[in-house]
């Protein structure tokens, strides 16, 4: 198994050092594990990521990592960058000057408010307006049309509290979808909603038999923020791949991506 989304006690939330998260791996037998930290630039979620001039840091510690684990598992670089229009130029700008094996992109942000907090009570106390859900499948549109954006994560984490959207936001996802497969970008799909409100995946099956339809790769993630849960419920998830109609996933290495077959898969426990 590999797993593609795994953070780091650089983005403020998360505990335990790389090493941890990198023996959790290796001991549930996977085969890869990319660290996907946080970059948001926008002003109210900056205390929940590396700051600019983290990265650098960041970016050398795993790839130290990655030369000494050689021989145990094979260690892969991203960012998961908080997507905005007005910031993707300066977002850009970061990620460009290191060659990282692939960036990750999310919506955490519609305005102000940050949809996925469960700080923030309006996301457990009532199901979005109508306005949240346009308003953030305008953001995954443009997200779709970012070039330096590799995989799309957690395509829809605004369920993330329980609502799950209506028949409208699937319709309307759809031409998004189109142009996520005609950038060639990938879909993740996410174990984490496994343990929130939402109780699925992100994104859940009837949009990963869409992606299969439209012939956009996927990669795998659990979106650890503790070593205990690096490669969580990958069983779960190699299901509903396979399901999908799925034969292989996608993994990354300086940008590029490279498809492996799901039978060559081995590893991951809930």
Known sequence: MMDYHVHTLLCNHAGGRMEKYIDHAVHRGLSEICFLDHLTLNEHGRHQSMTPMDVPLYYYAVRRLQSACKNRIK?????????????????????????????GGSVHFIKDRNIVSSRAGENQTSPPE??????????????????????????????????????????????????IADSGKAVEINTSGLHHAAGQTYPGNR???KCRQK????????????????????????????????DSIVGFERKTPYEVPLDRLTGGVN
């Open 215 to 246: 012939n956009i790769p996927l990669c795998m993630g659990s979106d650890a923020h503790s070593p205990d849960q690096v490669g969580r419920n990958f069983d779960t998830a190699l299901k509903q791949i396979r399901d999908a109609g799925y």
């Open 75 to 103: 260690i892969k670089v991203g960012l998961e960058v908080d997507f905005s229009p007005e910031l993707a130029q300066k977002a850009r700008t970061i990620v460009e000057r290191f060659d990282f094996d692939m960036i």
């Open 130 to 179: 109508k306005n949240v859900y346009d308003r953030y499948l305008e953001l995954l549109d443009s997200l779709a049309q970012c070039p330096y954006i590799d995989i799309v994560c957690h395509l829809d984490m605004i369920k993330k509290f329980g609502a799950i959207p209506s028949n409208d936001f699937y319709e309307k996802l759809d031409p998004i979808l189109d142009k």
């Open 207 to 209: 949009i990963l038999k």
